[in-house]
Each structure stands twice: as C-alpha cells, then as structure tokens.
C-alpha cells in the first residue's frame, strides 16, 4: 500500500462547477500538507500549504486536513478553464526535507 | 524576481553517453532536488543536497550522481545513459527543511 493515494483522474467537469479533489495517507506522522499544480510541460507550483489539522482559504481555493480520517482536499470554487491542469497532494512529518511524499496526482480538466 | 532555471529543456541523447543536467535558483536556498517524473510512478527523489559540499542518495539514486560545490547550483550527472533514464527531470530547492519546495521547469530526457 503506498504512504499517499490519490485518485488519477481524469477527471472532467463544466465551468463554474465546485470540484473537489482528495488524498488519503497511512503515516499518522504527518504535519505539513502541501498541493501543487501542474500545467503540461512545466514543474510543479505550490498552491497551498498548511501546517496540521484544519482549513485554509485563498481566493476561490480551500485546502482541508483531516487527521483523524488521514483524509486531505483541495476544493476549487467557480472554477475556470484556466485550473485546468493536475494537482498533486504532498506531505511529510518533522524529519528532513527529503521525506516528502507526493501523491500520483489528479488530471482536471475544466470544459467552458 | 528569484527563480529557479533547468537547462536544457529537452535533450536527446544515445545509450552510454555522459550526461548533465543544469539547475540553477537565485534564491540562496540551501536545499535543492532531483527528482524524475513518469507515468504511474509520480515523483521520485533521485539526489538531494542540504548545502555546499553536502549531497544525499534518494529513492532511484542508482546511475545518478550530483555535486554542489556552490550554492546556486547543483547538477544532475547520468554517469552512461540508459533507456530507462527516459523521463522528465525536475530540480527544486527550499530555504530550511519544512519549507515546500519550489520546482524549476524540467528537463526532458530521451535516451536512445
């Protein structure tokens, strides 16, 4: 069983439409929870980054952690042709840098 | 603006040869990465480094090496390519070891 799993894809929705996209994770070590975007043929980009339980907001963007379900979500409101892209979740706990795990990764696309 | 730049952006190259990969960060960070991205595997760690003179073995470390002898700049050497070295190569950095990373725009490797 892999550390982090995270549903493929792809996934394909209208604009305007909420989307929510999940990660699961088996090591209850975990503290920092990242997710990234990543447009085709370019590196990754972090979208948001949150420390332990709870939500953070940023624009039409909403990271949740749940630890006790070891459940993170990225949901997008109102969502654009331009958030079409994949996203990956990605996470660690207190040890060196080097210990980040990424989830496989999600492909979204958004259809105007 | 600080930025983090991996040339060349494609290369080719044929079974046995010697090749380097460039990634340069304007940002100072003392932590930088390498990590190769396929298909159905995600990201995986290849080498890290925590500053000057300081390199690590990732996950796939086999047939790569590094070296940092600055700390702008840490390169990516397949010491005699092969095949399954076909990938995308991205090279991230971070200031301290619970930063996330920020990603460079990857090299794209086809050995033949």
């Known amino acids: 069983q892999k550390e982090v799993e995270q549903d493929p894809g792809p996934l394909s929705v209208p604009e305007g439409a909420i989307v929510s996209l999940n990660c699961t994770y088996s090591?209850?070590?975990?503290?920092?929870f990242m997710w990234y975007r990543q447009y085709s043929r370019k590196g990754p980009e972090l979208l948001m980054y949150?420390?332990?339980?709870g939500n953070k907001e940023d624009g039409r963007f909403t990271a949740q952690v749940d630890k006790s379900s070891k459940y993170i979500s990225l949901f997008i409101r109102d969502s654009q042709p331009s958030d079409s892209a994949t996203y990956l979740c990605a996470m660690k706990g207190i040890q060196g840098a080097q210990k980040l795990v990424f989830g496989q990764g999600t492909r979204l696309t958004i259809n105007p | 603006d600080a930025e983090i730049t991996q040339s060349p952006r494609h290369k080719i190259t044929e079974t046995g040869r010697q090749v380097t990969l460039a990634c340069h960060q304007t940002?100072?960070?003392?932590?930088m990465f390498w990590y190769r991205q396929d298909l159905g595997h995600g990201l995986r760690l290849i080498h890290y480094?925590?500053?000057?003179?300081?390199?690590n073995k990732g996950e796939v470390s086999d047939g790569y090496s590094v070296s940092r002898s600055n700390t702008e700049d840490l390169p990516l050497t397949l010491e005699s390519a092969a095949s399954s070295q076909t990938s995308v190569y991205f090279c991230?950095?971070?200031?301290?070891?619970?930063?996330?990373?920020?990603f460079g725009n990857g090299t794209r490797l086809t050995v033949t």
């Open positions: 480094s925590y500053g000057v003179h300081d390199t």
């Open positions: 991230a950095s971070s200031p301290n070891q619970n930063s996330p990373l920020h």
């Open positions: 940002w100072n960070h003392n932590n």
């Open positions: 090591n209850s070590a975990f503290q920092y």
């Open positions: 949150t420390y332990s339980s």
